[in-house]
């Protein structure tokens, strides 16, 4: 193993819950330093933040634009920036950062409008920079041993498509900062539980099935009284490769906590996960008893075992597959300096991008009383 | 107890699945003695049937005509008359047993078109007969606990419900005799999966939520080439109550059994049931760890302890839950005989009126690209 | 179908818990009458009883004597007696029967002492009669399926069995009738726990693995103070075909509800099942996936087809099971009144007098601190 | 945050399992700095795996002697050393880790013999190091909420607690390198599996109970033929607070991955988990319906609370319990540097003590047929 990147973070203070994921996620595999941080748009929590955090004096930033400029002005600069913060920053600051040559890791929404992502797209492409999207789940070893399987024709042709993703946290009215600026359309862009969790469901779909969505005919609804943005989403789709598909998801479905399901039907098959046991991959064929497939146990794919770190039985979960996410996108980076090639298995900003379309046809069709619309070919 | 109710049936020979489940589900409690029956369209296979079962040769009848002609002659006529034949027999054995003064137990859907429907609704009020539909899963103990904490406001107002009904059996084009009859709109009816198994899920939904639909939009789909009916549906509801639903159902999900679930979501709380894991209730509550509730266990109320025969940890299934149909049914007929009230728990003909409505809708919705179809008041 | 069988119970009142059962599983394939009873000590009770069943009036008896006595007097005498009476009475009442010529379905424990089951045995080889024990757990259609895969030689050599059984409804001192004659040796036997659900593990073991208990070393406890019997067991096996084994029961064990499990170890594979989730099978071999084994299911020998009413998905439970025992009971007695051979699938005296034996083993390897105990071979 | 700990590990070169798990989990927190490493006994593979973790050239040592030596004498040692070597190795380089002024954390079983093991405990409190024990399993939040509880009361009086450890990956003969050394009693220590799994068990009964073994009687069985230690145990226990046990482990149970399980039982209720459904804590009352307590959901202590990263629902797994080992020890390192008080919750020395005596009991009470063998006080 070579020096590990220099790594910075926007966004993330010590109190925010996705920074913490991010940092235990490129800590994990040991290839990344945290070097430099804007980690709050509040100058004394930024500085708060940073030392408790052990960040160099020097490299604790009070503003997003100030980290970019003052590491690009360094020698050793970080060269690779995540960008943690709530949604509406990401287009601001992911451009500024592609555009000042850094590799970027960007949470999920990517941006609020299809405009917005798809010039980001543009730029990163001009740049040539690497551009991660963390839809995390795409990294569990058993989601990926299921895309392996689809691509592989294990199922058959696809039928359809079901993914649900169910939690509960959003169900009463005060639900305190989490809830706050997730609810908060300046902050979280025009959709609530679609962008939120609606998104992870579409990129997970298309991820294991390799079809994009075509159309969509979509019922946001909004549960709880006086929420700004939808609560809860159900979406029938029509997939590129023909298969159809449902997506739900809901964030006021009280007691479900983060419960998120695919499951995939073809003509000889079917594959089923659930987030919440993720280390299992249940496989039906016709007229065969159920399988399990369990991470690390018989029957599994290079994809799964690249993904995994431990034996059968022994549980990894939620950080080790965001692990994978930040891994992949080290070893890219370091192929690239090598002159190597690779293949990202980590969502690019091409899924961000999609993502983005996906909510902006929904929120167009769900407004239109659940008319078909097109997405972008 | 007394002495038990004579009893017919129309179909069930001793080849056909669900004419032996009736005969299991009235034979649990002693409450029927099978006397008569036309069990075939075939003259020498409901002979078979009939001596087969024990019949006496002369109430073995080769057609329901003739049985209901005859027994209505005897001195001592059965009294019950339960129809399992396909479908497209229902309205007329039905009709015509209702005129002649039989009490009528019969399988769903209920009939062909809502005209029947209503036309056979009309006829029991004016026979002033009992009428069952044999919607068997609102039999389950823990269902009838779901409904009774439900109306009981325990969940608060609900806010919505999702039912599903994932089947695989007819994922391939040749399933044999069963498959056969379901999949041939003149035997089944206008509508496949959607008649056979979800008129199943939408009866459920109502008994729990006491809340009827009052408008849905649907996306009904053949994924088997060649097949004449839907094998999978999605349907978007609206309760008269206000509540917001989604219903899906499909036999085309390769290895799924009869994987019938509910979940009703309240602004207080969340109930979670699974068919095939038929006796536990999953109760979640805002902010309160998840709870279990098992038949037989603590913590029931009067209508879960009714619909029960066996303490907890015994596990009592499909059978038992058909046979409290039955069971009620029998002591609606002896407590109307004693002149005393009786207020039915079993399905009746308003259930089996609303089931063909519920799918004449769909159908209409599905043809028209899902748009919002009403449900008659 | 022929004749129903002519039957009387002696015990199993109206508020008997298992006389219900029993009734339940004779009545559900149709195949036996109750036409006659002794049921309850209490002659009042009896008569109560018997009114309620329907009897008619001349055979509600008031003691089993008397039943016996009148009913081999009349022309239509019962053909089958099922004693379902506290464990106490199971000698007299099974000894007088099978000397009066009937053939008899007896609960478990068969009886008090070795020496009263090896007596049991001999009369019921002398007398010729058939005599089943209700180890109901045996009719389990993937108990079945594991006796055949077993004894099949799909697991190889057979390593160890593991069986567990635990409750949790003796917990405290006080739990009304069902628990005060269990825990009253005059009443129960001298086992408590051991006798009542230990000997039900002991027999599913045996059926299972094909092979007996040839020594054992036990510890028993009391827990619950003031406890006559034990209500805590824990068994170490050495089986005859060399197998090792664990049998484990317990009646102190909140929450749990009747948690029978079975593991069976070979050196190619495993096969794992629960009482309470019966319908499945899991089967485990070396460096495949695992995999379900479903009732109705895929991949299912003749054993459990032929014990299975129902398609996979619909559940069947206790009763189903239950019923087996006496289904297979009937057809062994019309087997045999039609000169046929039938090889029984419901466990018969053999079992019974097995279980007593491994009742006292235990009793007596506990009482001297775990010493093994050789059994009668 | 202040300053990474700085970390040198003995054993656990690349290809060795239980090496990258101490990296991963010393990682997860960024708390420790490896910068030093004797990582195989094999002087090229110690060197090839330092390169490969990119370790300095001048601090990759060829044994262990060497780097405690070199270590000491530079101005800036590490500070922590880890010891995943095989068994046989643990008391040498532990000895010589202390006394060289080290905090150590070693893998479990701490050593060969009570002996050893008394004689490592009296150095470290001569010395006055800290010293942990990887019995990684008390790390679980879930674990520490079931401590919390019973410790609490709210079980009442314990009765009995049952810990099963279910594994099927030596089943065979042949199975690689793991395997090799764990069946090799001149470097797996005179037991097997009682030793590789059967003290975590012990370890976590222990922890979660606050009662030690007082006494015991074990059977332990070596089922593959040529093995030259067990692969398989049963111990019955008392335990010093009164209560009674079960301990199973077993390392050829076909199918089982990593199946350690925990329940205990109380006057008032029983607490049960699963190692591989680690998020999750079943919690069961008298006549109450069951509870889920689940990681990061309502109803928990502070001790859970404290050992979780993730909101619920978000699953965390067996590297984030290991994690709370290393990250309680740094900074119990760090509050004993500042003089301030720390109760670890890591396990430590006393636990290792504690193994090394129970597999010593266990073996001579296996060795003399079962008989009950007092554990030191």
Known sequence: M????RWAMVGGGVDAFIGAVHRHAAALDGRYELMAGALSSTPERAQ?????LG??????YDSWAQLLECERARPDPVEVVSIVTPNHLHFSVALASVQAGFHVVCD???VHTATQARTLEKAVRDAGNLFAVTYNYSGYPMVRQAREMVLGGVLGDLRKVRVEYHQGWLAREDHGKQAAWRTDPALSGPAGALGDIGTHAEQLLGFVTGQDVASLSAELTTFVPGRAVDDDANVRLRLRGGARGLLTCSQVEIGRENDLRLAVFGTLGTLSWRQEEPDVL?????DQPRQWLTRG???????????????????????EAFGNIYR???AHIRAREAGEAHTPTYPTIRDGVRGVEFVEAALSSSRDGGTWVDLPG
């Open 2 to 5: 070579t020096r590990k990147l």
């Open 282 to 286: 249940v496989f039906d064929r016709v």
């Open 297 to 319: 146990g018989p029957g599994l794919g290079q994809a799964a075992q690249a993904a995994s770190r431990l034996p059968a039985g022994h549980p990894e979960a939620f950080i």
């Open 328 to 330: 992949d996108f080290a």
């Open 55 to 60: 960040l160099p004096e020097d490299r604790i």
């Open 48 to 52: 708060a933040s940073g030392r408790a």
């Open 108 to 110: 999920k929404p990517l």
